[in-house]
């Protein structure tokens, strides 16, 4: 079974200011990680994947994440916010092979504020 | 990338009526399409796994007779919301995994479409 943990709900960071949003995972296969990105009434936007090669991943808009086995962590991180950031982020799941869903998590409302 | 196109992206229908939605992939073949549910300000909650010429996996809880699925082909599977009520209101949204192959590791992207709200009146 494999599930998600994302450990805030709401995270609320000044313009300019570094971008942290947690995650934790627990699978029973290996896993494949993702974050997406959703911006108030739009779809989903694959941020990044980690699909076991390099554990630190970079993804578009200047984000990335790193992946961390012995932690079961893939916290997403980006240096600078911009007001653009500001939307819901999850944090997802899924056996890396195979025709299996994706889990995910329960969301991080990122705000960002001027 | 690889495209999914989800439609309508906005549907408002009256209590009692039924809605269809569609879900294409663009330029690859999905043997297996997944849909979701999502109400305000949650997750995504997976409803079913919508295989290719078979049936549909529900999730549990996810009524099979009003959330009726199809995937006739590789490329597309609809999801028709039945005697839908005010309840079902909520942004339904479909998606593909590809799986191609670059080297020894598969691909496993999913792909999403753009989402339908579907308002209940």
């Known amino acids: 079974a494999q599930s998600v943990t994302q450990l805030d709900s709401h995270v609320s960071v000044s313009e300019g200011t570094p971008v942290l949003l947690r995650c934790n995972y627990s699978?029973?296969?290996?896993?494949?990680l993702f974050w997406y990105v959703q911006h108030p009434n739009k779809g989903l936007q694959l941020l990044l994947k980690?699909?076991?090669?390099?554990?630190l991943v970079k993804g578009i808009n200047g984000f990335e994440a790193e992946f961390k086995k012995s932690e079961t962590s893939f916290h997403l991180t980006k240096p600078s916010a911009h007001m653009s950031d500001a939307a819901e982020y999850f944090c997802?799941?899924?056996?890396?092979?195979?025709?299996?869903?994706?889990?995910f998590g329960k969301g991080t409302r990122l705000s960002v504020i001027a | 990338g690889a495209v999914v196109s989800q439609h309508p992206s906005r549907v408002i229908c009256k209590s009692g009526t039924s809605v269809k939605i569609e879900c294409r992939s663009l330029d690859f073949q999905a043997t297996t399409m997944f849909w979701y549910r999502q109400f305000p300000k949650q997750s995504l909650m997976l409803m079913a796994t919508?295989?290719?010429?078979?049936?549909?996996?529900?999730e549990q809880g996810v009524e099979k007779d009003k959330f009726l699925i199809n995937h006739a082909s590789l490329t597309l599977s609809t999801l028709t919301v039945t005697s839908a009520h005010p309840e079902d209101s909520s942004f339904y949204i479909c998606s593909a995994r590809d799986r191609r192959v670059s080297g020894s590791i598969p691909n496993t992207e999913a792909f999403f479409g753009q989402g339908t709200r579907l308002t209940v009146v």
């Open positions: 997802v799941v899924s056996h890396s092979f195979g025709n299996t869903p994706l889990v």
């Open positions: 980690y699909t076991s090669a390099a554990t």
């Open positions: 919508s295989n290719e010429g078979s049936k549909a996996t529900y």
């Open positions: 699978s029973s296969y290996s896993p494949s």
